[in-house]
């Protein structure tokens, strides 16, 4: 059984950095090294939205609101990805979910392995 496992959430103030870590559990190695990984937020009242990709190869891609300030990188050995977060603002503040499939396209929800989340609250 596949399961991704987020940790690292919590609070922070604005203009702090927080790490948060996404675990992938039950997944083969043979598998994990060519799959896309990748962090999305959901803030409440709003609809879940891409933070950031990072494909087999360690291309990444991100939202244009985090760009400069968060960082996405993996270690497949340990079966991990990270999401470096910097200057961080009340914006920011949402649920942060991990989540893995063998195509970043089709990384959605309902599609691929989904974590369930870690908070993130930044205050002003």
């Known amino acids: 059984q596949v399961e991704l496992a987020e940790s690292g959430g919590g609070s922070a103030q604005s203009g702090g950095s927080l790490r948060l870590s996404c675990g992938a559990s039950?997944?083969?190695?043979?598998?994990?090294?060519?799959?896309?990984m990748g962090w999305f937020r959901q803030a409440p009242g709003k609809e879940r939205e891409g933070v950031g990709t990072?494909?087999?190869?360690?291309?990444?891609t991100y939202a244009d609101s985090v760009k400069g300030r968060f960082t996405i990188s993996r270690d497949n050995v340990k079966k991990t990805m990270y999401l470096q977060m910097n200057s961080l603002k009340p914006e920011d503040t949402a649920m942060y979910y991990c989540?893995?499939?063998?195509?970043?396209?089709?990384?959605?929800?309902?599609?691929?392995?989904w974590g369930q989340g870690t908070q993130v609250t930044v205050s002003s």
């Open positions: 989540a893995t499939h063998l195509r970043c396209q089709q990384m959605v929800p309902g599609s691929g392995y």
């Open positions: 039950g997944l083969p190695i043979n598998i994990l090294r060519v799959a896309c």
């Open positions: 990072i494909d087999s190869k360690g291309s990444t």
